[in-house]
């Protein structure tokens, strides 16, 4: 099967900057993306950014700019930056990728901001 795990979440003040980081491990065959979402309390869980195994990206529009995603695909592993933190930005961070057309997710990192 396949497994996720995330680090790097934590305490920040806003302006400040997190480095997140996963690492997939397992039954990683032909991967076609992988991504960060995050959820906040009362709210669903969004997209954050994705970087396919071309090396393409997306963002969602509140943090264009701000984020940056990054993948090593040989070691099976995704990163996210996250500089001039917002209180907003507060939530669980997820990772995932996606394999022959299902999607796995880790656990979750909590990001918090302080104002």
């Known amino acids: 099967q396949v497994q996720l795990v995330e680090s790097g979440g934590g305490l920040v003040q806003a302006g400040g900057s997190l480095r997140l980081s996963c690492a997939a491990s397992g039954s990683i065959f032909k991967p076609s993306v992988m991504g960060w979402h995050r959820q906040a309390p009362g709210k669903q869980r969004e997209l954050v950014a994705g970087i396919t195994t071309g090396g393409s990206t997306n963002y969602a529009d509140s943090v264009k700019g701000r984020f940056t995603i990054s993948s090593d695909n040989a070691k099976n592993t995704v990163a996210l930056q996250m500089n001039s933190l917002k209180p907003e930005d507060t939530a669980v961070y997820y990772c995932?990728?996606?394999?022959?057309?299902?999607?796995?997710w880790g656990k979750g990192t909590l990001v918090t901001v302080a104002s």
């Open positions: 995932s990728v996606r394999i022959l057309g299902l999607d796995y």
